[in-house]
T-cell receptor
């Protein structure tokens, strides 16, 4: 049982480049989330999807877009990466509680 | 503003010793409180979940307490092991169905040394 799988694990981008972070869960959960984690700060919600076909903004959505491709997959896209988006990105899923997290994508924007 | 404050920010203890981590919150309304453990380079993993009516919940050597009146929770680790070295995150839910219902603390980094 893989749980929540994120790809890639590491990525280095140059300012202005674009990329998509992939997330898939095999627990048949309706809700999926994207968080970012920065040193000295708690996890901050970027976007979430309460169910297939719906997405909503979280606390820090600027500079990001998401797609809930199907019940299993929820992707996060950076259209024009900025150094301020250097962070660790976590995808999570849940069915009521608790959250199940992937192991993160470590993104560096130079 | 809904907030979750954790203390201490970091802690170093010797293997075999006990320790207690603190979480104070100002989230309203309150639905439940969760403690997560995050190993270095990994995603957080749930340890315990407590609702308003629960005062204590244990998970092996981890015991969480909740005082809903004072809006405080603690996580007590007994007979610490090297594998307990991690960040411990307190998360409070306001009970809404929105994805924004969860408010995260910044975590306490615990280092257990031999």
């Amino acid at each position: 049982n893989a749980g929540v799988t994120q790809t890639p694990k590491f990525q280095v981008l140059k300012t202005g480049q674009s990329m998509t972070l992939q997330c898939a869960q095999d627990m048949n959960h309706n809700s999926m989330y994207w968080y970012r984690q920065d040193p000295g700060m708690g996890l901050r919600l970027i976007y979430y999807s309460a169910s297939e076909g719906t997405t909503d903004k979280g606390e820090v959505p600027n500079g990001y877009n998401v797609s809930r491709l199907n019940k299993r997959e929820f992707s996060l896209r950076l259209e024009s990466a900025a150094p301020s988006q250097t962070s660790v990105y976590f995808c999570a899923s849940s069915e009521y509680s608790p959250l199940h997290f992937g192991n993160g994508t470590r993104l560096t924007v130079t | 503003k809904n907030q979750v404050e954790q203390s201490p920010q970091s802690l170093i203890i010797l293997e075999g010793k006990n320790c207690t981590l603190q979480c104070n919150y100002t989230v309203s309304p309150f639905s439940n409180l969760r403690w997560y453990k995050q190993d270095t380079g990994r995603g957080p993993v749930s340890l315990t979940i407590m609702t308003f009516s629960e005062n204590t919940k244990s998970n092996g050597r981890y015991t969480a307490t909740l005082d809903a009146d004072t809006k405080q929770s603690s996580l007590h680790i007994t007979a610490s092991q090297l594998s307990d070295s991690a960040s411990y995150i307190c998360v409070v839910s306001d009970g809404s169905q929105a994805g924004t219902a969860l408010i995260f603390g910044k975590g306490t980094t615990l280092s257990v040394s031999s």
